[in-house]
């Protein structure tokens, strides 16, 4: 385990809007890959979109609409960059780098569990490095209850995984069904689910599976909530949705 100490700051004031919770809430953003033929670009978190990079963006919905935080950035490609702008930027907020050295190798489940094993909260919202999220997004959000987050339409085509639901639980996440599209967002509300999500992560078979794989392990225990969210959730990970979004 990295020591926390080089990444982590204290916030000297907290701050929310309408919907601020008190409980305090672990957010996880999976930021270890470049974009595809975005490499040049350098780390996804760190692409301009405007004035703003898609970290500031990410953050900043934070703020709207959590009171009591802490935020985890997995990085791995150019990892260093990541660390030095969080330190110049977010002195403020408590936010930390979680560094997947073997990105390549391994694939989310193992960004997963390294984060899993920098944190010992029980409330873990995970969330696409590659995701513009907005405060709405994050105000869907039921503290109380498992749940993934998803959405009708899919028009940049970015979002490959579906969700199989049964009066709004999940049923299993799956390819190439064409609806209720999966924005690669999730929330785990609990010590119980957490710790079954952890142990899923840990078997080695997993290192190189998707996280979705490990979510319909998951959901075979234990009830996870569909949210649909209204507002569609844009994502960037290749140079044809960069260019798309930068056009508008």
């Given at each position: 385990?990295?020591?926390?100490s080089?990444?982590?700051?204290?916030?000297?004031?907290k701050?929310?809007g309408?919907?601020t919770?008190?409980?305090?809430?672990?957010?996880v953003?999976?930021?270890?890959?470049?974009g595809?033929?975005m490499?040049?670009?350098?780390?996804?978190s760190?692409?301009?979109?405007?004035?703003r990079t898609i970290?500031?963006?990410?953050?900043?919905?934070?703020?709207a609409?959590?009171?009591?935080?802490e935020v985890?950035?997995?990085s791995g490609?150019?990892t260093?960059?990541t660390?030095n702008?969080i330190?110049?930027?977010?002195?403020?907020?408590?936010?930390?780098?979680?560094?997947?050295?073997?990105?390549?190798?391994?694939?989310?489940?193992?960004?997963?569990?390294?984060?899993?094993?920098?944190?010992n909260?029980?409330?873990?919202?995970f969330c696409?490095?590659f995701?513009?999220?907005?405060?709405?997004?994050?105000?869907?959000?039921?503290?109380?209850?498992?749940?993934i987050?998803?959405?009708k339409?899919?028009?940049?085509m970015?979002?490959e995984?579906?969700?199989?639901?049964?009066d709004g639980?999940?049923?299993?996440?799956?390819?190439?069904l064409k609806?209720?599209?999966w924005?690669e967002?999730?929330?785990?509300?609990?010590?119980?689910?957490v710790k079954s999500f952890?142990n899923?992560?840990?078997?080695?078979?997993?290192?190189?599976?998707?996280?979705?794989?490990?979510?319909?392990?998951?959901s075979?225990?234990?009830p996870i909530?569909?949210?649909?969210?209204?507002?569609?959730?844009?994502?960037?990970?290749n140079?044809?949705?960069f260019k798309?979004i930068?056009?508008?």
């Amino acid at each position: 385990m990295r020591n926390h100490s080089r990444y982590i700051t204290t916030p000297r004031h907290k701050r929310g809007g309408s919907n601020t919770t008190k409980d305090f809430v672990t957010i996880v953003l999976f930021s270890e890959n470049h974009g595809y033929r975005m490499k040049s670009y350098g780390p996804v978190s760190l692409i301009k979109i405007g004035d703003r990079t898609i970290l500031e963006m990410q953050i900043d919905a934070i703020k709207a609409c959590f009171l009591n935080f802490e935020v985890i950035v997995c990085s791995g490609f150019e990892t260093q960059k990541t660390v030095n702008f969080i330190k110049e930027k977010f002195s403020e907020v408590n936010i930390r780098v979680v560094e997947n050295q073997v990105h390549f190798n391994t694939n989310c489940c193992e960004s997963a569990r390294l984060c899993l094993n920098n944190t010992n909260n029980d409330k873990i919202l995970f969330c696409s490095g590659f995701n513009l999220i907005q405060p709405e997004h994050f105000k869907k959000l039921d503290l109380s209850a498992s749940s993934i987050f998803t959405q009708k339409n899919n028009d940049d085509m970015t979002y490959e995984i579906n969700a199989i639901t049964n009066d709004g639980v999940v049923e299993q996440l799956s390819l190439g069904l064409k609806r209720n599209y999966w924005t690669e967002m999730f929330y785990l509300s609990d010590k119980d689910i957490v710790k079954s999500f952890y142990n899923t992560l840990s078997n080695p078979e997993y290192k190189n599976r998707f996280l979705f794989e490990a979510l319909n392990d998951t959901s075979k225990r234990f009830p996870i909530k569909n949210v649909r969210v209204d507002t569609p959730i844009r994502k960037i990970n290749n140079i044809k949705t960069f260019k798309r979004i930068t056009e508008l």
